[in-house]
């Protein structure tokens, strides 16, 4: 009888240990503590062990690059479905487009918690000014909106905020927001969300492949000079310490970037769930990291 009862308080003893970690950090990232994202949880755990004891198998120790490797530092994400969602509901596009949004900021928050530091939201692409003019204006107006709404959180949550695209179609309204926020958080370092509006990835190698041009035809630089990193420089992810994003979200089940980031993303890992957009939710997110975290990143080497 006894030994029962050790045996018991021994287990018990484990899965406190277990859960109660589970718990604190779920709180403390606004997650929502269900069995669900409990067992999420600790297959993101188990993962990272399995990788520590195999490197430790290895090589005796675990390496730098592969702690690096465990978390991305620049997660890019595509939003859609945001229509798909309003009509499995019976709503309206826009009501699509601010449940979208509102998922949009919520997940952002997500990942700044988890210790990602860049994160990249494909708001609008150049191809969407051909969408109804109802609503491409609601959609601006949503931007203005939750640009005007987080502007103090950003501040004091100290969120570095850039907007990359094509800008001579905005409106001046939400151009001096755009301005506003970009000055007021120009010196924060540890947390950057760059939002892509009227953004194309084919637009921002054109427009690099001009700027360089004409340097090398001024004569500040001289075309044996141009090499991948010069031209980094020149794209509008230059803003960011990570350029180019580790891990690529693209919601809704469509398997396809859509001219977004095609500089950038040559070796990206390319996630695609099939949930729509304004369900990915906290426990969607941890999903997906743990399936970055499963991958070998080899950057066309062998490993």
Not at 231 to 257: A, H, V, W, Y
Request: some cysteine.
């Amino acid at each position: 009888m006894e030994q029962m009862v050790y045996i018991v308080s021994v287990v018990f003893t484990c899965l406190a240990l277990l859960i109660i970690p589970v718990i604190i950090i779920t709180r403390r990232l606004s997650v929502h503590l269900s069995f669900k994202n409990i067992l999420r949880f600790i297959k993101l755990v188990a993962s990272q062990l399995d990788d520590e004891e195999e490197n430790n198998e290895e090589s005796g120790t675990i390496g730098e690059e592969d702690k690096r490797r465990r978390l991305p530092k620049h997660v890019a994400i595509i939003l859609d479905g945001n229509r798909r969602w309003a009509e499995k509901r019976g709503l309206g596009t826009s009501e699509g487009h601010q449940a979208g949004a509102r998922r949009l900021i919520e997940n952002a928050k997500d990942c700044f918690a988890m210790g990602i530091n860049t994160v990249s939201l494909f708001a609008f692409s150049t191809e969407n000014w051909a969408r109804p003019e109802d609503e491409v204006n609601g959609l601006m107006a949503l931007f203005e909106k939750h640009l005007r709404s987080e502007m103090a959180f950003f501040r004091s949550d100290k969120i570095k905020i850039s907007v990359i695209g094509n800008r001579t179609k905005i409106s001046q309204s939400l151009l001096g927001l755009i301005t506003e926020a970009e000055e007021a958080t120009k010196n924060y370092e540890e947390k950057h969300l760059i939002i892509a509006i009227d953004y194309s990835g084919r637009f921002d190698i054109l427009q690099a492949c001009k700027s360089l041009a004409e340097k090398a035809k001024n004569g500040l630089i001289q075309v044996e000079d141009i090499d991948e990193d010069v031209m980094e420089k020149e794209l509008m992810t230059n803003c960011s310490e990570f350029p180019n994003p580790d891990l690529l979200i693209r919601t809704s089940g469509e398997q396809r970037i859509s001219n977004f980031f095609l500089w950038q993303s040559a070796y990206t890992e390319l996630y695609f769930p099939n949930v729509l957009w304004p369900d990915f939710g906290e426990a969607e997110y941890l999903e997906a990291l743990t399936w970055y975290q499963q991958r070998q990143r080899r950057f066309g080497l062998r490993v």
